[in-house]
């Protein structure tokens, strides 16, 4: 069974452009978690998707944004990127159902580097 | 609200010998569970072992334990018989039931020692 994929791997953008960021969940797992991970911050949650609904969303600005589509695969959009925004972009995903053995799968992210 | 604090940024062990990373938590919710994941090099994050807060039990996966102090809201990992594999970024998690958001800590580089 294929893991969680991401890509791209690494990107470089500079301030002000706007990124893209695409996941694609193991196959029949429905929710889509990402978390932006910085040095010293740990794992900070950005939002999650289930069935093509955001259903739970952290406290990031509206700059960063996202989606899922009918296949479960998400992408995660930053608009007008600034150098704080550097940092590794985690996708996980689970079946969804928030039962108590449920597990979060992680790919292997996006490192984003803002010049 | 829901918080997870680890205070070692740092740990290093000799290999076979034992390790106890540590991991505090608050929340006002009664029913949630607790994590800890691996980030090797990778960067591929790993569940190591998962604790239900409900069960006094506490969770042991082969050579990892936790200990769970619910009432202190303490929830250490413990490592024996370390090996170089072991190596990574160690991260503390929890999670409300019913909902779907996990909370971080920043996490403890563990070096192990040839």
């Known amino acids: 069974k294929a893991g969680v994929t991401q890509t791209p791997r690494y990107l470089i953008k500079t301030r002000g452009q706007q990124v893209t960021l695409s996941c694609s969940p193991i196959?029949?797992?429905?929710?889509v978690s990402w978390y932006q991970q910085t040095p010293g911050q740990g794992l900070q949650f950005l939002f999650e998707?289930?069935?093509?609904?955001?259903?739970n969303k952290g406290n990031f600005p509206g700059r960063f944004s996202g989606r899922q589509f009918s296949n479960s695969r998400s992408e995660m959009n930053v608009s007008t990127l600034e150098l704080g925004d550097s940092a590794l972009y985690l996708c996980?995903?689970?079946?969804?159902?928030?039962?108590?053995?449920?597990?979060?799968?992680f790919g292997s992210g996006t490192q984003l580097s803002v010049l | 609200a829901q918080t997870v604090t680890q205070s070692q940024p740092e740990m290093s062990v000799q290999e076979a010998e034992t390790v106890t990373l540590s991991c505090t938590y608050d929340?006002?919710?009664?029913?949630?569970?607790l994590f800890w994941y691996k980030q090797p090099p990778s960067r591929q994050m790993i569940l190591v072992i998962r604790?239900?807060?409900?069960?006094?039990q506490n969770a042991t996966e082969n050579r990892f334990s936790v200990n769970f102090q619910k009432a202190a809201k303490s929830f250490s990992l413990k490592i024996s018989d370390s090996q170089l594999g072991d190596a990574a970024m160690y991260f503390c998690?929890?999670?409300?039931?019913?909902?779907?958001?996990?909370?971080f800590g920043t996490g403890t580089r563990l070096k192990v020692l040839a």
């Open positions: 196959s029949g797992h429905r929710s």
């Open positions: 998690a929890s999670r409300h039931s019913g909902t779907y958001k996990y909370i």
């Open positions: 604790q239900e807060a409900y069960k006094q």
């Open positions: 998707y289930f069935s093509e609904t955001q259903r």
């Open positions: 929340t006002s919710e009664s029913d949630y569970y």
């Open positions: 996980a995903s689970s079946l969804g159902s928030g039962a108590s053995n449920e597990k979060l799968f």
